[in-house]
């Protein structure tokens, strides 16, 4: 791991390692030694799971893993969703665009599991839809291979050939070169940031450790390679 760079990334080590930081408050050791300042978070001497990233994957992650027992030590160089999750518009996409299996269910998860943190108006999620559109006869065909797809595994989906049709439903659109409309009703929106603070809330309450404003710069295992 070069010196200065976070990576979000999860390892399990069955040898001590040592990860060093470029602050003087957030030396830590999972071989015992740790030193941080009264100002600092405290940092477990010792744990299962250490998460270096404090973005949407990394909160998520030391989430569901303290929630499961495991120990777990977060940091971040700066502060949570202070990176390219906080930056994106928290478009979360149905299941059904992913084609692998796991994926899919990792998607369904993942949007039940945010509508069920938003309750309460903690943050805001949407479950508003999303608009597809095709330009083009190549285009067409992966809109309508998106359409049978999403109606073979039971989600509502609409398919919408008619100029006027669309213009009716969504009036803000160019419809001159469109060949075809679809429309996804599982696609949500997500407010990144409230998101995840949330979910470093949770972690928090589940045990983990979630350390901020501490950059990871290296990771040593036993015979003091770098990873």
Known sequence: MHQ??????????????????????CHYSTTGESSSSSSSPSVPKQV???????????????????????????????????????????????SMLWQDNSVQKM?????????????????????????YLAHSDSTAVSVRRMYAKARSLGQEAELIDD????????????????????FIADDAVVDPIGLCRELSKRAAQEGAAIIEQCAV???LIGDQTKV
């Open 48 to 94: 299962e799971v250490v998460v270096c990233g404090g973005g949407i994957t990394g909160l998520s992650v030391a989430y569901h893993l303290a929630k499961r027992g495991c120990s777990v030590a977060l940091f971040e160089r700066s502060i949570g969703c202070g990176g390219a999750t906080g930056a994106s518009a928290g478009l979360l996409s149905a």
């Open 107 to 131: 998607a369904q998860a993942s949007i039940k599991l945010y509508k069920e943190l938003s309750t309460g108006d903690r943050f805001r999620f949407n479950r508003c839809g999303r608009v």
């Open 4 to 25: 200065g760079r976070l990576t979000t990334a999860v390892r399990r080590w069955s040898t001590p390692f040592v990860i060093r930081s470029s602050s003087a408050q």
């Open 217 to 219: 710069k290296e990771v």
């Open 163 to 182: 100029n006027t049709e669309m213009l009716a439903k969504w009036p803000s659109i160019s419809t001159e070169d469109i060949q075809l409309a679809l």
